[in-house]
């Protein structure tokens, strides 16, 4: 054998070795995962929607792991700023985002200049919950009903104001729709989170509001504010005698927001699949099916797979609500 096909063969066999050992290393490695604190962010500010899920997630999930999941509220930006930042992170299963239907089904309609990429930037692990959206109104607004608020809507065109966790939110969007379906025109007033939102309501510097039920709910059982209609398509057991927008004389309209566990991607697959488990087994917890009960959230628990599919479904959806409502980030 001539000896230049001898040093390639010693050649080819070193780097055999050296790519076998260093996928056993990462194996290992795999195998060890987590060795530290785990940091999830959530791309909105504390006492909304987002809020609620990503802590009774941790809770469950910290003890699964045995290691601590450290939640991170980190809003503003239409939630771009919480969700760049785990775009770009290592992908090594120690920074997760909570994904949104606002950050990453309504942002790249809204967003033409999205600082990340809903699609490439991340590894989908689990879509961990849906939840209803709900329309509610200040005690000093005259409606006890959405016909009554609409009806009160048309008679002061552009004089009554709506809230919401900002642009490009679950709230932005559903009340654009409702706007749309019954063709009034009510002033958007984007905050920084939901419970900025929620206490401008309750001091009546805003008409209206719409954001999930944790948000509004306790409000609504104080008697501080009123809820006139729900999203979903059937009423909600937290919310028995409150009619659905499409009882109200909107057929087929249907909004609600979700959430779910996302890594940047090149994130191991082993380590998705860990956090798959984790997250199932939380999702499966008297704790966290309690906690969504009483906020009228459904648990889902579809896996990578199922949940991208589904992200790529509700852009599209969203898609068309942007372009129906011609709304933009500006």
């Avoid at 120690?94 to 990453?104: D, P, R, W």
């Avoid at 809204?110 to 991340?122: H, I, V």
């Avoid at 005259?142 to 002061?156: G, H, I």
């Avoid at 706007?179 to 419970?195: E, F, N, Q, R, S």
């Amino acid at each position: 054998m001539p000896i230049f096909q001898k040093r390639l063969l010693r050649r080819l066999a070193a780097v055999a070795i050296t790519t076998l050992s260093l996928g056993v290393l990462s194996t290992h490695a795999d195998a060890a995962w987590p060795e530290r604190p785990i940091r999830l962010l959530v791309p909105y500010g504390p006492g909304g929607s987002s809020d609620v899920v990503a802590r009774a997630m941790a809770a469950e999930m910290s003890r699964d792991l045995g290691q601590q999941i450290i939640v991170e509220n980190k809003g503003g930006g239409q939630g771009t700023i919480a969700t760049t930042e785990v775009a770009r992170a290592t992908p090594d299963g120690y920074t997760l985002i909570l994904g949104h239907v606002g950050t990453l089904a309504v942002n790249p309609s809204m967003m033409p200049k999205l600082s990340y990429d809903a699609r490439r930037d991340f590894a989908p692990i689990v879509l961990l919950a849906k939840l209803p959206m709900v329309f509610a109104v200040g005690k000093k607004v005259a409606a006890n009903t959405l016909p009554e608020f609409v009806q009160l809507a048309k008679s002061r065109p552009g004089d009554l104001n709506y809230g919401s966790a900002g642009n490009g939110s679950a709230g932005h969007l559903a009340f654009e729709m409702l706007k749309t379906a019954a063709g009034i025109d009510v002033l958007h007033v984007p905050y920084k989170g939901t419970g900025a939102q929620v206490n401008d309501l309750l001091a009546g510097n805003i008409d209206a509001a719409a954001a999930g039920t944790p948000g509004l709910l306790p409000q609504a059982q104080a008697g501080s504010i009123r809820i006139i209609a729900v999203g979903s398509s059937k009423r909600l057991p937290v919310l028995p005698d409150v009619a659905t927008v499409a009882e109200q004389g909107y057929p087929g309209f249907e909004s609600s927001q979700w959430f779910g566990l996302l890594a940047p991607v090149g994130t191991p697959s082993a380590v998705i699949e860990r956090l798959h488990q984790s997250a199932m087994k939380a999702l499966a917890t008297d704790a966290v099916r309690t906690r969504l009960a009483h906020d009228a959230s459904e648990p889902s628990g579809a896996g990578p797979a199922e949940f991208a599919a589904f992200i790529d479904a509700e852009e599209k959806r969203w898609r068309q609500v942007v372009q129906d409502a011609r709304l933009s980030s500006e």
